[in-house]
């Protein structure tokens, strides 16, 4: 039986217009790790101040200051130098990002079970919320229309 070490990840970028995530984004993180639904692999924020110039703030530098100290990262530095200096310019100037790389733990076993079969995932696509609730909406007009 193969079982793997770790499930399907996501690097998840999070853009915030003040320099640091709010009491709310701190707390869900918390609510996500503390119900097993994800691991947090690795946390890394990116101020990119108005000039253009940025700054990388590891988690071990803020996290007395914005509530996650019991937070231990599983996989501290798998967002790369490059990944993070990728994602600093997709940053709005004046903006601090929050980049997290989660592994959803919910998925492990699944993972490892079309491993074990010889099977492979082909595609796998998140749809972001806002997208998701907008188009649901719309598909509920249409069938409220379409039932009248």
């Known amino acids: 039986m193969a079982e793997f070490e770790y499930g399907p990840a996501e690097l998840m970028v999070a853009q915030f217009d003040t320099d640091r995530p709010s009491a709310g984004v701190v707390q869900a993180i918390l609510d996500l790790v503390e119900s097993g639904t994800v691991r947090l692999l690795d946390l890394v924020f990116v101020e990119r101040h108005p000039d253009g110039s940025v700054d990388i703030i590891e988690l071990e530098q803020i996290?007395?200051?914005i509530g996650l100290t019991d937070v231990s990262l599983e996989a501290s530095g798998i967002a790369g130098d490059e990944d993070v200096a990728q994602i600093a310019e997709l940053l709005e100037p004046g903006s601090t990002?929050?980049?997290l790389v989660i592994e959803h733990l919910w998925a492990k076993t699944l993972a490892?079970?079309?491993?074990?079969s010889g099977g492979v995932v082909v595609h796998s696509e998140r749809i972001p919320a806002p997208v998701l609730n907008a188009v649901?909406?719309?598909a509920y007009e249409e069938l409220e229309?379409?039932?009248s």
Do not use: K
């Open 136 to 138: 649901a909406a719309a």
């Open 97 to 99: 990002g929050a980049v």
């Open 145 to 147: 229309t379409t039932e």
């Open 112 to 116: 490892s079970r079309f491993f074990e």
């Open 63 to 65: 996290g007395d200051e």
